[in-house]
């Protein structure tokens, strides 16, 4: 079981940090924040997602396995506040929160969407529109 946390980890950092580094040889911050919001959509709510069956279960397994995977996890939550922290003035981003904090909202609001999003009905690159409309401060 622990393995599939951490290859769940893996891949999740691996598809995000392939998206960022694409849109940070084209793009600005905004558009790097875009692309990683966007992958971690994707690859959540991708059919068969080991992270989305990480996501649903984490808090029910033994506190071992748990334990046993926090490196995995701490790692891809410190790519994603490196992200902010490198990203957070050019992006435009709201500049009164921690990066940490920043981070943690944005996985609520990403992470939730396995509760709610629909194929068909509902669309990947709008969700990451919308939630960049959520985290970008108004000029």
Not at 118 to 132: K, S, T, Y
Request: include cysteine.
């Amino acid at each position: 079981m622990t393995a599939l946390f951490e290859a769940s980890y893996k891949q999740i950092l691996a598809e995000v940090k392939e998206s960022v580094e694409q849109a940070a040889m084209k793009g600005n911050a905004r558009s790097v924040l875009r692309a990683a919001l966007t992958a971690h959509l994707r690859c959540l709510l991708a059919r068969d997602s080991l992270p989305a069956a990480n996501i649903r279960i984490f808090a029910h397994v033994p506190q071992s396995v748990r334990d046993a995977t926090m490196l995995e996890r701490k790692a891809y939550e410190r790519f994603w506040t490196g992200l902010i922290t490198e990203i957070a003035y050019d992006a435009g981003l709201d500049q009164g929160m921690t990066p940490r904090s920043f981070v943690m909202i944005m996985f609520g609001a990403m992470n939730w969407t396995l509760e709610w999003f629909r194929p068909g009905r509902d669309q990947i690159d709008n969700i990451a529109d919308d939630i960049m409309t959520l985290l970008i401060r108004s000029e």
